[in-house]
């Protein structure tokens, strides 16, 4: 995934379309922030279910991974489902 998705700094905090997670936004080995990685997934979502579905396997393939723990995942679920995206 290619992180030309943002071209400002993002927040300290993981915040969907002004949700803000509480979550640490952390830089990925892929070299894209969990930020950065949410907005692709909304440039490639066909509607909000598909936006929703993508960040919930995001969120728990980075629970498995260790770079959330399990109340992150779903603080950032929740964000996503409120979203206005796409």
């Known amino acids: 995934m290619a992180c030309s998705v943002r ?3 993002t927040p300290p905090t993981v915040v969907i379309d002004g949700c803000d997670s509480g979550v640490a936004d952390v830089l990925l080995p892929s ?3 969990i930020t950065e990685s ?5 440039e490639g979502a066909k509607n909000h279910g598909a936006f929703v579905s993508g960040t919930t396997h995001f969120a728990n393939d980075l629970r498995k991974d260790g770079w959330i723990e399990n109340q992150d995942k779903g603080a950032i679920t929740r964000c996503a489902a409120w979203a206005n995206q796409p």
């Open 31 to 33: 070299g894209c922030s």
């Open 7 to 9: 071209s400002a700094p």
């Open 38 to 42: 949410i907005l692709a997934i909304a």
